[in-house]
T-cell receptor
């Protein structure tokens, strides 16, 4: 079946603008994760959703970052007032349930100028 | 705080060699451990998932072992091929319910024809 998809694949934005990144998980997967990959920090966890439970937001770097998951499926990661240090590849993953194998999407490359 | 270390950072081998990639973690209270490969400019491809109760998992030419008590995992690649060239990432799922993954910095593998 279809894998995890993300859009857009690339996003260039000006410092101070808001951006929204979208993730479509594998159908039927109850858990959805956001990670960020940057040259200096490697791959780091941001937030994850599990069914109807409150999301684990422990990895969000600041209150400019937020995410929601509507209807237990699609998720949107929003970054407000973007800064140059937000430039990175944002990766989404999903798994059948918490603790199961995670499958990653191709990522969104965000460049803040 | 869980820390994941991968050694070596880079490895270059001739085609046909068997090789071992190492991963260590500081907190042995893990839920599972997952190995990924990442090709340049691409997302992550899951290779193997080992649950904390397991000692090893095999898929084709790949074998991953887990020694939770010593905080170590190895990924063994048999009869390496140029197509195996990629960055290999180790990630641990923590706590008693899994969820977010903590990643190592990766091992960049180059297999020369």
């Amino acid at each position: 079946g279809a894998g995890v998809s993300q859009s857009p694949s690339n996003k260039v934005t000006e410092k101070g603008k808001d951006v929204e990144l979208r993730c479509d998980p594998i159908s039927g997967h109850t858990a959805l994760y956001w990670y960020r990959q940057s040259l200096g920090q490697g791959l780091e966890f941001l937030i994850y959703f599990q069914g109807n439970s409150a999301p684990d937001k422990s990895g969000l770097p600041s209150d400019r970052f937020s995410a929601e998951r509507t209807g237990g499926s699609v998720s949107t990661l929003t970054i407000q007032r973007t800064q140059q240090e937000d430039s990175a590849v944002y990766l989404c993953a999903s798994s059948r349930d918490r603790g199961d194998e995670q499958y990653f999407g191709p990522g969104t490359r965000l460049t803040v100028t | 705080k869980q820390e994941v270390t991968q050694i070596p950072a880079a490895l270059s081998v001739p085609e046909g060699e068997n090789l071992v990639l190492n991963c260590s973690f500081t907190d042995s209270a893990i839920y599972n451990l997952q190995w990924f490969r990442q090709d340049p400019g691409k997302g992550l491809t899951s290779l193997l998932l080992i649950q904390s109760s397991q000692r090893e998992q095999t898929s084709g030419r790949l074998n991953a072992s887990l020694d939770k008590s010593s905080g170590r995992s190895t990924l063994y690649i048999a009869a390496s091929q140029p197509g195996d060239s990629a960055t290999y990432l180790c990630a641990v799922g923590g706590g008693n319910q899994g969820g977010k993954l903590i990643f190592g910095q990766g091992t960049e593998l180059s297999v020369k024809p």
